[in-house]
């Protein structure tokens, strides 16, 4: 069965800095699962059905106008006693809004938060949804490294042992930042974005094998660690065979898949002597040369078509 994520209305008050009026309630046990929001237009006229009763209301200028000009004090308070029998997570008021009492009390009675924003309603929704889908994403944990090169996201795969956490040290050393070692918890934001991070726990520490754990951000600086990274390029890290047939090309890219999305990839043959992270900044530069619109493999190989036409 897939895992359910949620915020609870607590930390959603103290992420977005809003202003509880009702507060008795018990937001700990109030839980947000769904990460998109509704401006309760319909039902503040008594529509109910379809009503996206799961998410997050906001209410904006123009719903407290048309309380204040469309009703009477008796039809609005039968309207919120309404709505607030259904399990909505909280009501927002944007804008500083100061809620009419009747709302409060209907809030009071039914255990429904009701909050308030200094935003604008706009700025809140857009903020509420980023940062709901990202609390909210499905995600996984991997055994990996993630640093961020380039200011592209390089997940580093291989075997134990193999020496990811001593190419992300030598990345480290030539500027780059670290995000996670060992383990990568992934988001996935969108059927586009994937974020990784690393587990609290974890956070900022590489172990290398005969030394032990090392602090990365008290060893070489703030400027060497990051939080969270989008994942942009794969580096699977191999023993290097002789019989296997490694790409000495590029034409065709190569993906992983996580979470339903697809990322590029690059199996890196390990031997005595290849500098692992020369080779890892260059990945991380092509590839991002490629999104760029420029494919040094593709013109390579047009020019080499184009000799062999002419001769």
């Not at 520490?205 to 602090?215: H, T, Y």
């Not at 008290?218 to 699977?236: A, H, N, T």
């Not at 296997?244 to 979470?259: H, K, P, S, T």
């Not at 593709?298 to 020019?303: C, L, N, P, R, S």
Request: net charge negative.
């Amino acid at each position: 069965m897939e895992e359910e994520y949620y915020v609870t209305v607590t930390d959603f008050i103290k992420r977005m800095n809003l202003v509880n009026h009702i507060p008795e309630i018990d937001t700990d046990k109030i839980l947000i699962r769904d990460p998109d929001i509704n401006r309760p237009a319909l039902q503040l006229a008594g529509f109910f059905e379809h009503f996206d009763t799961a998410r997050v209301q906001v209410c904006g200028n123009v719903e407290h106008a048309y309380l204040a000009d469309m009703h009477t004090r008796e039809e609005n308070i039968q309207i919120f006693d309404t709505l607030f029998t259904f399990p909505i997570p909280c009501l927002v008021f944007c804008r500083d809004i100061v809620p009419y009492d009747f709302i409060i009390e209907a809030g009071r009675k039914h255990g429904i938060p009701v909050l308030t924003s200094h935003s604008t309603t706009s700025s809140f929704v857009h903020e509420t949804v980023r940062w709901l889908h990202e609390e909210l994403a499905p995600r996984i944990s991997i055994h990996a490294v993630l640093v961020d090169v380039y200011g592209e996201g390089v997940l580093i795969m291989g075997d134990s042992g193999i020496g990811k956490s001593e190419a992300a040290l030598e990345l480290i050393k030539r500027g780059h930042r670290l995000v996670a070692d060992d383990v990568v918890e992934i988001k996935k934001i969108s059927d586009e974005t994937l974020i990784g991070q690393s587990p609290e726990i974890t956070r900022h520490f590489i172990e290398l094998r005969g030394i032990g754990i090392i602090n990365v951000k008290s060893m070489f600086g703030v400027e060497c660690v990051k939080l969270s990274q989008q994942i942009d390029l794969v580096i699977k890290l191999e023993e290097w065979d002789k019989e296997a047939n490694y790409d000495r090309m590029g034409l065709e890219d190569q993906y992983m898949e996580f979470l339903g999305n697809k990322v590029t990839s690059h199996s890196i043959p390990i031997r005595p002597g290849r500098n692992l992270a020369i080779i890892v900044e260059s990945a991380a530069v092509n590839h991002r040369q490629k999104k760029m619109g420029h494919n040094a493999a593709q013109e390579f190989y047009d020019k080499v078509t184009s000799r062999w036409k002419t001769n």
